[in-house]
């Protein structure tokens, strides 16, 4: 099976400039995460949607990040305007949102650097 | 809240040497216990998970962990490791009864194996 595709892998943008990432997740799987990754930390939870619905927002800063999952499939997340420590590794993973039966599968990640 | 804490941030070890990378988590509630494996540049593959039942865990890539609810303990081993092990590891925990799918990981162990 293909698994979960992101991008772009890398984006360099200047401070106050917007961005976005795409996710496309493994084809069936209605669970989809976003994880920010700060160099030399573990992954920390922005938004988890179940199909349409965004689930769990309760740690993406919502003054400058947004995220949308219209159709259930695909999602993008957008940084609006982006600051110094918005640099970071963005990560997608999907699952079948079975709970722990279902573990999750994790893209590439994009890299992201802002200056 | 949970928390979890990987007291080494790097583990150097030579190849075919064994290994042991720790991992204690605190929590007010029962948990369910996972490790994670980041190979450069790429995304998280689950190596293993603790659910219920024994709690001496076998994963993938002759990996295994043990659970010890009275330490809160879930340290990773391996009795013979090889170069292609060399990664980032990271340990991680989600609540038992909700929120199961929200993983709350530690900061990280990097394993380097040398020849």
């Known amino acids: 099976e293909a698994g979960v595709v992101q991008s772009p892998r890398y984006k360099i943008i200047e401070k106050k400039q917007p961005v976005a990432f795409w996710c496309n997740p493994i084809?069936?799987?209605?669970?989809l995460y976003w994880y920010r990754q700060n160099l030399g930390q573990g992954p920390e939870l922005l938004i988890r949607y179940e199909n349409e619905e965004a689930v769990d927002d309760s740690q993406l800063p919502k003054d400058r990040f947004s995220a949308e999952r219209l159709k259930g499939v695909d999602s993008t997340l957008k940084i609006q305007p982006a600051e110094l420590g918005d640099s970071a590794v963005y990560l997608c993973a999907s699952s079948t949102g079975q709970g722990v039966n279902s573990p999750l599968h994790f893209g590439n990640g994009t890299r992201l650097t802002v200056t | 809240a949970q928390s979890v804490t990987q007291l080494d941030s790097q583990v150097p070890v030579f190849e075919e040497a064994p290994v042991e990378l720790r991992c204690n988590y605190s929590s007010s509630v029962s948990v369910y216990l996972f490790w994670y494996v980041q190979y450069p540049n790429q995304g998280l593959q689950l190596l293993l998970k603790y659910l219920s039942g024994s709690t001496l865990v076998k994963g993938i890539n002759g990996f295994e962990a043990e659970f010890n609810k009275s330490q809160t303990s879930f340290h990773l081993r391996k009795p013979s490791v090889h170069i292609s092990d060399t990664a980032e590891y990271f340990c991680?925990?989600?609540?038992?009864?909700?929120?199961?799918?929200?993983?709350?990981f530690g900061t990280g162990t990097r394993l380097q194996v040398f020849p």
């Open positions: 991680a925990v989600s609540e038992i009864g909700r929120n199961t799918d929200k993983l709350i």
């Open positions: 084809s069936g799987h209605n669970t």
